[in-house]
């Protein structure tokens, strides 16, 4: 999966290296500068014909633009700084960054949380329920047991 967060990152980079404005390197894309600030904000992601472009533009592969080659980091402590919130949730479901849910699962969207709960109940998601139940609200705690509450007791 793309990460549009780190892209729109990289294209800022790399036309700030090269001194241009987003109205200049709009000019030359052949797109508007809007287009230019989405992209660099992570809202859109370039066309394959713009890709393509910018590769020759910068003189970087568009491997590099889409940053499929870079080991991507996140900080725990703030899972989404410099990733799209997509990226960071799919990739906690599909197994490809390990957390301890119980510890970053605040950081969560209600939608982002049923999404992992709905991944979790799924079973394509194996996490220690022991440890994420307490920090389930009561609908997500119903909503993991398939309708029935699941009562955690605090000694």
Not at 16 to 39: G, P
Not at 54 to 62: I, K
Request: one cysteine or more.
């Amino acid at each position: 999966m793309l990460d549009s967060k780190a892209i729109g990152n990289k294209i800022n980079d790399l036309r700030s290296k090269n001194k241009m404005s987003q109205d200049q390197m709009a000019e030359k894309l052949f797109v508007t500068r809007q287009a230019v600030s989405r992209w660099e904000l992570g809202q859109s992601l370039p066309s394959i014909d713009s890709l393509l472009e910018m590769s020759r533009l910068f003189s970087v592969s568009f491997e590099d633009i889409l940053c499929l080659s870079e080991k991507k980091t996140i900080d725990p402590h703030d899972l989404f700084n410099g990733h799209s919130r997509e990226y960071v949730v799919k990739a906690i479901i599909r197994g490809d960054l390990k957390v301890d849910l119980g510890d970053v699962f605040y950081q969560f969207s209600p939608e982002e949380r049923l999404q992992i709960l709905q991944a979790i109940r799924d079973k394509e998601l194996r996490v220690d329920i022991q440890e994420l139940l307490p920090k389930l609200t009561t609908g997500e705690n119903v909503y993991l047991n398939g309708g029935k509450a699941h009562y955690v007791y605090k000694k």
